[in-house]
């Protein structure tokens, strides 16, 4: 059966996190299903589909995913010991499952590749400035409470709306039903408008926090 270009077959690994196009993810994998998962995609294109699980477990047992995933390419392997590899992985495109099948020893499914709806939709160049200097703010905030230097990190955020959208869903400490429903959001430029709304909520909270420790800080000299 030849499929249509933007259909295609891929593993996939269900987890309890959501991935974002752009995002860039570690995972240790041990189990022997996803090792064989991971030698069959390291012999032909290294990618596979991340899910998040909507009901059952990571380890040990079948488990039911979301139908929204993200395609992930292998981008780095580690041999941590016989039975055990530490990969990296860097997400590529949004997928939604058309069918799945469980003939292998891992789930695979046949998904379609989801297009950027904003093509009459585009946000404003002065949203993504304004989503650009609050995505900044919050990344001070982060390194802030960190103890990292800030002065400088001020222009990692990209200026592309749907990269932009992603860059700041996978900054978001969420719930991760709260990211897949980002994740699903067809309209990037929806996804930014949400993304801030939760992302200035964030940065103040953190901005507060920084503020009482560095009261803290200099009040004990």
């Known amino acids: 059966m030849t499929m249509q270009p933007h ?46 699980i909507k009901s059952g477990k990571e380890v040990g047992e079948d ?9 992930a390419k292998i981008t780095s392997v ?14 590529k ?26 093509i009459f939709d585009e946000a404003p ?5 304004e989503a650009r200097e609050i995505a900044s703010k919050h990344l001070q905030s982060v390194l802030g409470l960190s103890g990292g230097w800030v002065e400088n990190a001020l222009n990692p955020t ?27 959001e067809p309209s990037s430029r929806e996804r930014l408008k949400n993304g801030i709304k939760f992302l200035n909520d964030e940065t103040n909270s953190m901005s507060l926090r920084l503020e009482i420790e560095l009261i803290h800080k200099f009040s004990r000299q």
Do not use: W
């Open 93 to 118: 495109e949004k997928f939604e499952i058309l069918e799945t099948f469980d003939h292998q020893p891992y789930m695979s499914a046949d998904v379609e590749i989801l297009p950027n709806l904003d």
């Open 125 to 129: 160049n002065e949203e993504i400035i």
């Open 78 to 91: 580690k041999n941590i010991s016989s039975d055990r590899l530490y990969i990296t992985a860097v997400g």
């Open 158 to 184: 990209p200026s592309n709306p749907e990269s932009l959208s992603y860059f700041i869903a996978q900054m978001l400490q969420l719930d991760p039903k709260d990211r897949q429903k980002l994740l699903e």
């Open 63 to 71: 488990s039911n995913p979301f139908t929204v995933g993200t395609t």
């Open 7 to 52: 259909i295609r077959r891929i593993p996939l690994f269900p987890l309890n996190t959501v991935l974002f196009p752009g995002a860039t993810i570690p995972l240790q994998i041990f189990e022997p299903r996803y090792l064989t998962m991971i030698e069959d995609c390291l012999k032909t294109d290294s990618i596979f589909g991340i899910v998040l």
